[in-house]
């Protein structure tokens, strides 16, 4: 598969299960990626049969329906009034009864939101081919006004089997979304204003807030125009291979690329002195995201004696991402009509321009190993030997082990009487996982610009140390340990866990702020 940080571009009718990795033994093999915990998503794939084709489809609408209750305007007014009593004031409103509701500005900003959702699938296969394609729609608009998302997605899930020991395939997912109108301050402003004053003044321009905290909604959602797009590809290829029985190998290469584009056009409005734009603006940001990673294990599986199991795994993983932005922006575009909105349009002397990147890579060697007694014992010790690009020359590798025992109490022989008790397992885990999230190039030293220095009539462009290198920048570690009990009874009909974890984290990353050294 391929290891991704959200799974916004899947489309939920492709995915066939997940699981959710909790315990320290099961995470800790994951490496830095286990930090947090492992969510495992498992897309539908193709079965063998005759091809099935189904098609989904609904509509449907949200709405904001717990929402803060707040005062109306006679309400409001007279808890203004109290409170400049309280403070030796005089009371603003002399009738507050007579304002009555006045404005709710929820229910000016939010209104009933359209959704819909359709899906097509092709599913089938035979001895030597299995397949799913599959393709959606998914529309929602958003419950503030103006707001909106939609996504289109493609989906090819093959395999194909060469011979008595080799499958190879691919799981492709493709993915193209935008988003619109996403200000999250509309919210806010809706929350903090006064419901005394009304959303349009008696010239039918926009009301003055009368605060300098806050601004019209219904201005700000009139005078958004932002929209960020993604075109997204993430996927795997594998090979799997039996080399003899009870011994295979395996190698997956993944890869998850995102191209975003980014707009943003503020007009040029008044509606009061602490809510305006007095020149239109333009902003625009593209940027590349490209991850790959390369699987490859070896397993090996057998069973002696009908009692015992032992399963081994052993691999070598490695992982890198480039990601590059950029973006430029500008202000006084002759016109605001959509059909300007480009950077050559704005004013040469307001035009700048940004661009940056980064690259990371981590590599890890990993083992483990699953052993079996009687179906009873439960034995697992794993290891993964790391390393990340973001730390020092001398720590770059961290190592992070797990074990975990194993009882189920169910399946011993004086347990055999108590029918109604389908499964009972206590368990305990230890494991260390590692986290590198402390950005890119922190172990090194930086350099930034000054600005610029005038020297014999010369303009120069004058630079100096930004930030010290810190060789000993390390993996932060947590130590998680569950001890937990589970539980079946009554035919399944009864089931649970009971956990307890207890985790201790330790050389901590974190950004501190140490006098630079000077030029």
């Known amino acids: 598969g391929m290891l991704v940080n959200d799974i916004g571009f899947l489309n939920s009718h492709d995915i066939a299960s997940m699981e959710i990795l909790k315990d320290a033994s099961a995470t800790a093999i994951y490496g830095s990626r286990g930090a947090n915990g492992v969510i495992i998503v498992t897309t539908k794939q193709g079965r063998q049969g005759k091809p ?38 005089d009371p603003l409103y002399p009738d507050p009864a007579s304002l009555g509701k006045g404005t709710n500005w929820f229910d000016e900003i939010f209104h009933i939101a359209s959704v819909r959702d359709y899906q097509v699938s092709l599913n089938g296969g035979s001895e030597t081919v299995n397949y799913n394609l599959s393709a959606g729609y998914f529309q929602q608009k958003g419950v503030i006004k103006r707001s909106g998302y939609h996504r289109m997605t493609l989906r090819l899930n093959n395999d194909y089997k060469i011979g008595d020991k080799v499958v190879i395939g691919h799981n492709i997912s493709a993915a193209f979304s935008a988003k ?170 307001t035009r700048s321009a940004v661009n940056n990147g980064y690259t990371e890579a981590i590599f890890s060697y990993l083992f483990r190993a699953n052993y079996t007694l009687m179906e009873r014992y439960l034995f697992t010790f794993s290891l993964r030997h790391e390393g990340s690009s973001r730390f020092g020359e001398n720590h770059k590798w961290g190592n992070f082990p797990a074990v975990s025992v194993g009882w189920r109490i169910s399946d011993e022989k004086f347990m055999k009487g108590l029918s109604w008790i389908d499964d009972l397992k206590v368990r305990y885990d230890y494991g260390v996982t590692g986290n590198q999230e402390i950005g890119n190039y922190n172990s090194l030293a930086t350099y930034r610009a000054f600005g610029w220095y005038q020297y014999n009539g010369n303009r120069f462009h004058v630079w100096g140390p930004g930030k010290n290198a810190n060789s000993e920048l390390r993996w932060e570690k947590g130590h998680n340990q569950n001890i937990g009990l589970d539980f079946s009874f009554f035919q399944h009909k009864v089931t649970g866990s009971f956990n307890y974890f207890h985790r201790k984290q330790s050389d901590l990353l974190g950004d501190y702020s140490v006098p630079v050294p000077p030029n």
């Not at 509509?59 to 803060?68: A, C, I, K, M, T």
């Not at 039996?242 to 191209?259: A, K, M």
């Not at 490859?296 to 691999?315: P, S």
């Not at 922006?329 to 004013?347: A, H, I, M, P, V």
């Open 52 to 89: 099935t084709l189904s098609i989904t489809g609904s509509e449907g609408f949200q709405v904001v329906s717990d929402r803060l209750k707040m005062a109306n305007a006679s309400q409001y007014a007279e808890l203004l009034n109290e409170a400049l009593i309280n403070s030796d004031g």
């Open 180 to 349: 619109t109108n996403d200000d999250p301050a509309v919210v806010g402003q809706a929350y903090r204003l006064s419901p005394i004053i009304t959303p349009y003044n008696e010239n039918g321009d926009f009301s003055d807030s009368q605060n300098s905290s806050t601004g019209n909604p219904l201005a700000t959602i009139a005078y958004l125009n932002n929209s960020v797009r993604d075109d997204r590809i993430t996927g795997n290829a594998f090979l799997d291979w039996t080399i003899i029985d009870g011994l295979s190998f395996r190698t997956s290469f993944g890869f998850d690329y995102l191209n975003r584009r980014e707009e943003i056009f503020r007009p040029k409005y008044f509606v009061s002195s602490t809510q305006k734009n007095e020149q239109n603006e333009l902003s625009k940001n593209w940027s590349r995201d490209f991850t790959w990673l390369w699987e490859n294990t070896l397993t090996y599986n057998m069973i002696f004696k009908d009692i015992h199991r032992l399963n081994l795994l052993g691999g070598i993983t490695a992982q890198e991402r480039r990601f590059e932005l950029l973006g430029g922006s500008g202000r006084e575009l002759f016109s605001q009509d959509k059909n300007y909105w480009y950077l050559d349009q704005t004013s040469k002397d």
